[in-house]
């Protein structure tokens, strides 16, 4: 009966998948991540391992691995939690959920934006303090997000949804980067494909949907930043360290740019407190993919991917080492 260990508490969906095709599962009960020990004694015990963003799997990680060890599945799009080469090295396969948590970030994104520009957060503990006295023509008062034109850098599936509600819902001008250009996005669009100066200097909302590699590693600085418009709003759903943290408050802090929406943080969980005590920033604890929808595909998808790599499949989120 091959094993398979589960990081921490995930939907049920996934993990009914297994034992139905005869799979010994085992969990991780408490609330708490694992430490670096406990992941050496699980790749070196189980034939295959459910992980999740928070599980660094690295070279020390993976120098444990028995040869039984199979696959790793990891719960989530992104997988630079795990070190794919050493993996790949040691022959352990590794996959990920694509497409599972697509319409959810989406949905998030413009949440931050409109949070953002609506000053939601300001309008909401004004209301509770009492303040709202008597209405104001121009109290809380914005420009609107319709019409405008919006910046997508990274065009995988998450920013093609972004760049659908930018287009269809909310009648945006879409200028898009990626390393390649996709003319169906174009024709469904109208997207301008477009190079990162030009999208940071003419757009009014910037969304960053790319993995985190070392090339994107601070892809966004201070540079990028002051070529923004004083009244864009930038959002990040993506990885914190896509944007030097430090740059982003000091641009926020001198009113650089208008505000920023984040999701993720260079340092997670570590948020510093300069970026805290911004009045112009919208902070959620990474959970633009927090939806029931999202988490139930993850876990099915996760499971699917390790039962095709027992039965000789290749699986539907296999990651091909470059
Ligand atoms: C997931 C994410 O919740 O899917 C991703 O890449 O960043 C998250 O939204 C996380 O990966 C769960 O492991």
């Not at 070196?44 to 690295?58: C, F, G, N, P, W």
């Not at 919006?150 to 509600?165: A, D, M």
């Not at 200028?175 to 494909?193: C, M, P």
């Not at 759903?237 to 943290?245: C, H, K, Q, Y």
């Amino acid at each position: 009966m091959p094993t398979v260990y589960v990081t921490r508490k995930i939907p049920d969906v996934g993990l009914q998948l297994l034992k139905k095709k005869h799979f010994r599962v085992d969990l991780n009960h408490s609330d708490q991540n694992l430490s670096e020990e406990d992941l050496k004694k699980l790749v070196s015990k189980y034939d295959a391992i459910i992980t999740l963003v928070t599980d660094k799997i690295d070279r020390q990680i993976l120098a444990q691995a028995s040869p039984n060890l199979k696959i790793i599945s990891n719960f989530g799009v992104g997988y630079d939690n795990i070190d794919i080469l050493e993996a790949k090295r040691k022959g352990v396969i590794v996959t990920n959920t694509p497409g599972a948590a697509s319409e959810s970030v989406a949905e998030h994104v413009f949440m931050l934006f409109l949070s953002c520009l609506k000053q939601v957060i300001a309008a909401d503990r004004f209301v509770r303090l009492g303040k709202y006295k008597k209405w104001d023509p121009f109290g809380f008062i914005s420009p609107q997000m319709w019409g405008k034109t919006i910046g997508i850098i990274g065009l995988g599936k998450i920013g093609t949804f972004v760049g659908n509600i930018a287009y269809n819902g909310f009648k945006m001008d879409i200028l898009y980067y990626d390393t390649s250009r996709s003319e169906d996005f174009e024709i469904l669009t109208e997207a301008k494909y477009s190079d990162m100066e030009l999208i940071f200097k003419k757009a009014d909302f910037i969304t960053l949907h790319v993995p985190l590699t070392p090339q994107t590693f601070h892809l966004v600085g201070k540079k990028q930043l002051d070529f923004m418009k004083n009244s864009a709003i930038l959002v990040n759903t993506s990885r914190g360290a896509v944007i030097d943290e430090e740059a982003l408050v000091e641009a926020l802090k001198t009113q650089k740019i208008a505000a920023a929406g984040l999701d993720v943080y260079e340092h997670e969980p570590d948020i510093s407190q300069d970026l805290i005590a911004l009045e112009n920033a919208v902070l959620t604890p990474h959970s633009a993919s927090a939806t029931i929808e999202t988490r139930n595909s993850m876990s099915r998808i996760a499971a699917e991917n390790i039962i095709d790599v027992f039965e000789g499949k290749e699986p539907f989120g296999l990651i091909k080492a470059k």
